[in-house]
């Protein structure tokens, strides 16, 4: 095993084949580049006077020692730290799972979880956030009536974020609406705010009371109806995920807007959300053309999710709090007759990013605890 010097970069001879490195990329990721304790970057590559350059690179069984021109120092570097990165790849990811899409009939399979086993057990916790990382949607039993009981559920993936209706809401019946949701009358599949610039990422809606006649809930799987529509339209789809149009929500003392693509797609171009709203829709401004393709693209895709076959519908009860995906899982509600009962559920939300480290977080400590 050698060492070349390029003027960009160098090359280690392995029995495999050669291993290129650019000295940028080694300069700025030798081990003193970071803080031991915060584990942050503490080096900034623009502080160099001069391109890196390395003047020797010395090489044995397990490491890479390089010295750099106009720098009393030198670099060492893990060889089998560095074959990882010798071809382009992300960081491994434990909470990259992939998605298990699903139908109407999942409600006997929606995973369900004790409120006092999450708040006493992290392994509980760990399997929770698998569940919405791969179902997109799950059921809390056992909540207690409080208001504090929403939050200690929530804070168990993550830190409650603030939204439009500030960091909780209450869906019943309200005097002066300025949503459908606090009205009885029967609110549309669709996903939360995207009025918002980042929508937020997991919905939780706790169910304080329903005694009321009517008032199902409806939740859908976005991604396996889109998944479904790529398939079945594929130039509908390539439209409806590459553009952005408008969505608002409008009142005397707020006016959101913003523009979202109607189907999310992630890194890998797996369907990872749905963005849609007829309420916050606000008039498409695309050129008039354009939308002889793309309104007829919506219209179809939007016939496909009103289909019965991926449609779950089901009763809310007192004491359930249900938690899901608000880019992924899609929900509405029938009609109910406010005179019959009361209704209320109590919301609030975190990021999706939140689950995903409480989750990664959750494995590493499992892993490291044996």
């Given at each position: 095993?050698?060492v070349d010097l390029?003027?960009s970069g160098?090359?280690?001879g392995?029995?495999?084949g050669?291993?290129y490195?650019n000295?940028?990329?080694l300069?700025?990721?030798?081990?003193?580049?970071?803080?031991?304790?915060t584990?942050e970057r503490s080096?900034?590559?623009?502080?160099?006077?001069?391109?890196?350059?390395?003047?020797s690179a010395?090489l044995?069984?397990t490491?890479l020692r390089?010295?750099w021109?106009?720098?009393c120092?030198?670099?060492?570097?893990d060889?089998a730290?560095?074959?990882r990165?010798?071809?382009?790849?992300?960081?491994?990811d434990?909470?990259?799972?992939?998605?298990?899409l699903?139908?109407?009939?999942h409600?006997?399979?929606?995973?369900?979880?004790?409120?006092?086993d999450?708040?006493a057990?992290?392994?509980?916790?760990?399997?929770?956030?698998?569940?919405l990382?791969?179902?997109?949607?799950?059921?809390?039993?056992?909540?207690?009536?409080?208001d504090q009981g929403?939050t200690?559920?929530?804070s168990?993936l993550?830190?409650?974020?603030?939204?439009v209706a500030?960091?909780?809401?209450?869906?019943?019946?309200h005097?002066?609406?300025?949503n459908l949701?606090y009205t009885?009358?029967?609110l549309?599949?669709?996903?939360?705010t995207p009025?918002?610039?980042?929508?937020?990422g997991i919905?939780?809606?706790h169910?304080?009371?329903n005694?009321v006649?009517?008032?199902?809930s409806l939740f859908?799987?976005?991604?396996?109806v889109?998944?479904?529509f790529r398939k079945?339209?594929p130039?509908?789809f390539?439209?409806l995920?590459?553009?952005?149009?408008?969505f608002?929500y409008?009142?005397?003392?707020?006016d959101?807007?913003?523009?979202?693509r109607v189907i999310?797609?992630?890194?890998?171009?797996a369907?990872s959300g749905v963005?849609?709203?007829?309420?916050?829709?606000?008039v498409l401004?695309?050129?008039?053309k354009?939308?002889?393709a793309?309104?007829?693209?919506?219209?179809?895709?939007?016939?496909?999710m009103?289909?019965p076959?991926y449609i779950m519908?089901f009763r809310?009860n007192?004491?359930?709090c249900?938690?899901?995906?608000?880019?992924r899982?899609v929900?509405?509600r029938e009609?109910?007759t406010a005179?019959?009962?009361?209704r209320?559920?109590?919301?609030?939300?975190?990021?999706?990013?939140?689950?995903r480290?409480?989750?990664r977080t959750?494995v590493?400590q499992?892993?490291?605890?044996g």
């Amino acid at each position: 095993m050698k060492v070349d010097l390029e003027s960009s970069g160098l090359i280690i001879g392995q029995p495999s084949g050669p291993l290129y490195f650019n000295y940028f990329w080694l300069r700025d990721n030798c081990s003193s580049s970071f803080d031991p304790e915060t584990r942050e970057r503490s080096f900034d590559i623009a502080t160099l006077a001069e391109p890196p350059q390395a003047i020797s690179a010395d090489l044995s069984d397990t490491e890479l020692r390089v010295s750099w021109r106009g720098e009393c120092k030198q670099s060492v570097y893990d060889l089998a730290w560095l074959q990882r990165f010798a071809e382009p790849a992300a960081r491994p990811d434990p909470a990259a799972i992939p998605r298990k899409l699903w139908l109407a009939d999942h409600y006997n399979d929606m995973q369900r979880f004790s409120f006092t086993d999450l708040l006493a057990d992290r392994v509980t916790v760990c399997a929770w956030a698998h569940a919405l990382l791969e179902d997109g949607i799950s059921i809390v039993d056992g909540m207690p009536d409080t208001d504090q009981g929403l939050t200690d559920l929530a804070s168990r993936l993550g830190c409650i974020r603030s939204s439009v209706a500030g960091n909780y809401f209450d869906v019943r019946v309200h005097i002066d609406p300025v949503n459908l949701s606090y009205t009885a009358s029967a609110l549309e599949l669709h996903t939360d705010t995207p009025a918002e610039d980042l929508p937020p990422g997991i919905q939780f809606l706790h169910c304080r009371a329903n005694s009321v006649k009517g008032g199902d809930s409806l939740f859908l799987d976005g991604a396996a109806v889109a998944e479904d529509f790529r398939k079945t339209d594929p130039n509908g789809f390539a439209l409806l995920a590459e553009t952005k149009i408008p969505f608002y929500y409008d009142h005397d003392a707020f006016d959101w807007r913003a523009r979202q693509r109607v189907i999310e797609l992630d890194t890998t171009g797996a369907v990872s959300g749905v963005t849609v709203s007829r309420h916050m829709a606000d008039v498409l401004d695309l050129p008039q053309k354009d939308l002889d393709a793309y309104y007829p693209a919506l219209w179809r895709f939007s016939r496909a999710m009103a289909d019965p076959a991926y449609i779950m519908k089901f009763r809310l009860n007192a004491g359930e709090c249900i938690v899901f995906d608000n880019h992924r899982i899609v929900h509405g509600r029938e009609a109910y007759t406010a005179n019959s009962g009361e209704r209320y559920l109590r919301g609030c939300y975190i990021d999706r990013g939140e689950l995903r480290s409480t989750y990664r977080t959750l494995v590493k400590q499992s892993t490291e605890n044996g």
